[in-house]
């Protein structure tokens, strides 16, 4: 993994400050979150795989503006960048005490018949893999303090399923008994573990969309408007937050009611 981080970019003064961890932080719901996060109070690394532009004008913006943020990257698809991306948070700011599970990847939409086994494996690998991967690395040092929130992102399509998105459904479905499992093995260390299921969310996760899809997906909304990123960080910064304090194994649906 190259490591092009450096603590001459850090911002504001590290001491006393939470650390939180947002994977695929560069960009839409995850830079919402690490916005969130760090106005906040916390340390906050943006990890990020390709969107490193992104990724590095927000650290700027942010310890620019007095806060406190690092960008890192890392695949979170495979285990030993996870890994070092803990690692990193470790140095740079001390043991996490947040990690949000936001990277992932969808496929334009299709019949299972047309998805390819090797589509599958990779949207599995990152949004379950990645999530599982992330999870395996944080948790020593969560326990060890006896101390942590973990916040996953599912989806909507995740709780109900989605037609024509059965690889992106049964990832984010397996994102969601990760959530469940992990919540009863760690509950007794102290930390927990809750997910978050976004509906239609504006972002370019679905900029394949033309506007009337979109238009028309926000009308079936009972809330009749798409989602914005800011809609998902709040709800993922509660559930971090002390306010979630007997919060744990829970889906969260951010979706307007529902489609
Ligand atoms: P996005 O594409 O802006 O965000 C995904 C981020 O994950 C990107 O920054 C991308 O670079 C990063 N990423 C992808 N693979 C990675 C990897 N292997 N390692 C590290 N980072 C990686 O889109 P978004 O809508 O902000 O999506 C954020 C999360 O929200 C995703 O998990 C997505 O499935 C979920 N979600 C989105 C919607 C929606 O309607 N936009 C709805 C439900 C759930």
Redesign the pocket.
């Known amino acids: 993994m190259q490591d092009n981080t450096d603590n001459t970019r850090l911002g504001g003064t590290t001491l006393h400050r939470p650390a939180a961890i947002i994977?695929?932080?560069?960009?839409?719901?995850?830079a919402a979150c690490v916005r969130r996060f760090a106005r906040e109070g916390y340390s906050v690394v943006i990890?990020?795989?390709?969107?490193k532009a992104?990724a590095l004008a927000l650290e700027r913006e942010l310890n620019k503006a007095g806060q406190c943020a690092l960008a890192v990257k890392?695949?979170?698809?495979v285990p030993e960048q996870a890994e070092a991306l803990i690692a990193r948070c470790v140095e740079a700011f001390g043991a996490p005490e947040v990690l949000v599970n936001?990277?992932?990847?969808?496929l334009p939409q299709k019949l299972i018949t047309e998805t390819e086994p090797r589509e599958f494996d990779r949207v599995m690998r990152?949004?379950a893999g990645?999530t599982y991967n992330c999870c395996r690395a944080v948790l020593p040092h969560m326990i060890r303090r006896h101390s942590g929130a973990i916040v996953n992102?599912?989806?909507?399509?995740g709780v109900s399923g989605g037609s024509c998105e059965t690889a992106?459904s049964a990832s984010?479905g397996a994102i969601i008994a990760l959530t469940k499992a992990l919540a009863k093995e760690v509950g007794p260390s102290g930390i927990r573990v809750n997910c978050v299921?976004?509906?239609?969310?504006?972002?370019?996760?679905?900029s394949a969309l033309d506007a009337e899809t979109l238009a028309g997906l926000a009308d079936a909304a009972p809330l009749c408007r798409l989602?914005t990123?800011e809609d998902?960080a709040d709800a993922v910064y509660y559930l971090a937050s002390a306010n979630a304090a007997f919060i744990t194994g829970q889906v969260l649906g951010v979706d307007g009611g529902g489609i």
């Open positions: 994977t695929g932080g560069g960009t839409g719901i995850g990890n990020y795989r390709r969107s992104a890392a695949d979170v698809s936001n990277a992932g990847i969808s990152v949004n990645g992102i599912s989806s909507i399509w992106y984010k299921a976004p509906g239609v969310i504006d972002t370019r996760m679905n989602g990123p998902v």
